[in-house]
């Protein structure tokens, strides 16, 4: 299970977007200019844990792993 979860990215200078927890499932929304961005998914699984762990989009399509 995650007990946190940010959103990641190009958009943010790679600062943590605090994404909301509705039963299972973690959200956020943030503006954004048209155009093409990097993300990733910051997750922390226990609330007192330390450790974040970035996580890439299970579901993305264009992915060059010497950027990430």
Do not use: H
Not at 39 to 50: A, L, N, S
């Amino acid at each position: 299970t995650i007990a946190e979860a940010q959103l990641i990215g190009s958009f943010s200078e790679w600062n943590g977007i605090p994404m909301q927890c509705d039963n299972g499932t973690f959200r956020c929304s943030t503006p954004l200019a048209d155009g093409r961005y990097e993300y990733k998914f910051r997750i922390r699984r226990k609330k007192d844990d330390q450790e974040w762990v970035d996580v890439n989009d299970p579901y993305v399509k264009l992915y060059d792993p010497e950027r990430n």
